[in-house]
């Protein structure tokens, strides 16, 4: 086929060269796509020609003409006239499976031209649409000036961007998993320090019904006077934190002092080398390790008054006391629990309890480590147990590294309802004497010991609700911590994973400690909540004082400034008012009752200001300029205290 002039003179030495070598005038099937742009990028070769073509999976366009083995149609283009020869080379078979992967590349190319098209034309349809929806919304800014053909670019390109961020945003967090797309967050108010910390319902629905005097705990605590807190550490309740905020994170005139390296801290009362605190950080295990309720109820009134040999311990029936008459209150609700010594201290037992799975796995796991707690004395009138009453689980040093099955199977572990036998008096079921009594019976006496011991208790806490823990302690003692209480959700025992079937041999195993536990969560929550609405209304009867103190200090005020003002013009008062007393009558009467309101309903406290500074005045002083004086003084200042 004959090529045109400047075609054959341009690239006639070229083709020559290119048509001795036919493996590379040729774009072969297996060529890879960056083969293809290889060969085309290199200048004036001949394959660069063939291969402009697209490489496997891309077409030249729509319409684009198939390859045929008929001879093409002379050209007037440059390209034209490249492709005739260069396809002449291609053997029969070659250019007839180029034509059927030609073909594929039209459908290819035909759908990529409808969708983009589709594409062009909602463009096209979206822009008319939201020119439309901002030519209404602009229309009253037309008489201004009409927006020039940038702005509105500007504008469309503004509103595609936020289309687009919408749809990057749902494909990067879908639904409801980011946080961005909660506006709760945003609009929630500021979450309650003291809302549910075990993830249970915030809504809480009481079972037991109690009194009054039940679920208000006031200790009137003396810390200068012979007050004494006994701390009962159960073991794995989070005693050992609990005990480290009383003697370092509590608020005191004077500080327990703490030295580095030592577990111990010296607790004394300002200006006494006295303790008021009974704890393992304070004055270590003075009536052993880990005392229960029944030793330390008989040890601790003859360690405080110094005595060795223990004296017998106050019947259960005087142990606790009685109500609190002082203070003015003879309401039952202000009781005050304590044991008192024969020197007269009042000692008020505080306690830790926690839930008995989960205090029960931690246990085990510590156990495990190689605790034994050897050292507790579980002293029951006036001895300690036998070995026939109370026998050992392992022969060895210690139990450490024994299973879980094996930490279940024995039947004198006391871990088993350890939180009941610790706060129950022991002395009603023969202390660790089994056979004094049925096991039935045996398990309710002491139930029901526990219950009235705790519920008598002057405070109790629970570790899964650290914060109202906290809030409860401050509320009962009037002694405030200076860092919040951290709730740790992550402990040993939510570390080891067990079935149902072992939770409810635990659970089995701990069915008083189960019973407890619920009465004690139980009256725990119902005192956090009547606390926190004795708090709400105290705070709302205060805001009503205020606001009336400081209405009749204005109204006052306002009478008496009218009255001397009406005293320094008497001319215009009588030309205005025939009866020149009815005013000053008038006013004197709404002062008297005002003040006598005033004193009624306000705190005394101002009354006794008002006292010494109506008894600090001069005899000099007129009484209408101190009158003024005082009254906007007080205003003032009444303003400036409240605020």
């Known amino acids: 086929m004959a090529l045109p002039a400047l075609a054959a003179r341009e690239l006639g030495p070229r083709l020559q060269l290119e048509q001795g070598a036919p493996a590379r005038t040729t774009c072969p099937r297996r060529h890879s796509r960056v083969e293809a742009e290889l060969a085309a990028s290199r200048p004036g070769s001949v394959a660069a020609s063939v291969c402009a073509g697209p490489p496997r999976g891309v077409s030249h366009g729509f319409n684009s003409s198939p390859l045929l083995d008929e001879p093409p149609k002379a050209s007037s283009s440059l390209a034209g006239a490249l492709r005739a020869p260069l396809f002449a080379l291609l053997p029969r078979g070659r250019r007839r499976r180029m034509h059927d992967l030609r073909r594929r590349w039209d459908l290819g190319s035909l759908c990529r031209a409808l969708l983009t098209r589709g594409l062009a034309a909602l463009g096209h349809w979206l822009k008319h649409v939201l020119s439309a929806v901002f030519s209404k919304i602009f229309s009253p800014l037309a008489s201004v000036g009409n927006m020039d053909e940038k702005s509105n670019k500007l504008l469309l390109a503004l509103v595609m961007l936020f289309l687009f961020a919408v749809i990057v945003l749902q494909y990067v967090c879908p639904g409801t998993e980011c946080q961005l797309l909660r506006l709760q967050a945003f609009s929630s108010p500021v979450p309650d320090p003291y809302g549910s910390e075990d993830e249970s319902s915030a ?25 004494l807190i006994v701390f009962l550490h159960i073991q794995k309740t989070g005693g050992t934190t609990f005990g480290r905020h009383l003697v370092r994170n509590i608020q005191l005139e004077q500080p327990c002092e703490c030295r580095v390296g030592q577990k111990k801290c010296t607790c004394h009362r300002p200006g006494k080398r006295e303790t008021w605190l009974f704890s393992r950080f304070s004055t270590g295990w003075s009536c052993g390790l880990h005392a229960d309720w029944t030793e330390l109820t008989s040890c601790v009134p003859a360690v405080v008054d110094g005595k060795r040999d223990a004296r017998l311990r106050p019947s259960s029936k005087d142990r606790w006391g009685s109500p609190n008459l002082n203070s003015g209150s003879n309401s039952p609700s202000s009781t005050k629990t304590w044991n008192t010594s024969k020197s007269g201290k009042n000692f008020h037992y505080i306690t830790i309890l926690r839930d008995p799975v989960s205090r029960y796995l931690s246990e085990w796991r510590h156990v495990q480590r190689g605790a034994t707690w050897k050292a507790s004395l579980h002293v029951c009138d006036g001895r300690p147990p036998t070995s026939e009453e109370l026998p050992s689980c392992y022969t060895g040093d210690d139990w450490s590294g024994c299973p879980l099955k094996e930490f279940m199977d024995c039947p004198y572990n006391l871990a088993n309802n350890r939180q009941v036998r610790m706060l129950s008096d022991l002395t009603l079921v023969g202390c660790y004497n089994l056979s004094v009594m049925p096991e039935k019976q045996r398990n309710k006496v002491l139930l029901e010991s526990a219950k009235s011991n705790l519920k008598h208790m002057a405070f109790f806490g629970l570790t899964e609700f650290q914060r109202k823990t906290q809030y409860l302690f401050e509320k009962t003692f009037n002694m405030n911590f200076i860092s919040p209480f951290t709730q740790y959700n992550t402990t040993r025992a939510s570390s080891v994973e067990i079935n149902e079937e072992i939770q409810k041999r635990i659970e089995g195993l701990n069915f008083l400690d189960m019973e407890l536990y619920s009465f004690a969560k139980d009256l725990f929550l119902q005192r956090y909540q009547f606390m926190r609405q004795k708090d709400h209304q105290e705070a709302r009867r205060k805001r009503q004082e205020q606001r009336k103190f400081l209405k009749g200090r204005f109204l006052q005020t306002h ?77 003032m200042g009444s303003v400036e205290t409240w605020r």
């Open 203 to 227: 809504r809480f629905v009481p079972r037991y019904n109690f009194s009054r005097g039940d679920l208000l705990r006031k200790v009137d605590f003396d810390i200068k006077g012979d007050d």
């Open 559 to 635: 009478f008496q400034s009218q009255s001397q003002g009406q005293s320094q013009n008497p001319s215009q008062n009588l030309s205005q008012n025939p009866n020149p007393n009815a005013n000053q009558n008038l006013t004197q009467n709404v002062t008297q009752s005002l003040t006598q309101n005033l004193t009624q309903s306000s705190n005394p406290n101002w009354i006794q200001k008002e006292n010494r500074a109506s008894q600090k005045q001069g005899p000099g002083q007129e009484q209408s300029e101190s009158n003024t004086s005082n009254g906007t003084n007080d205003y």
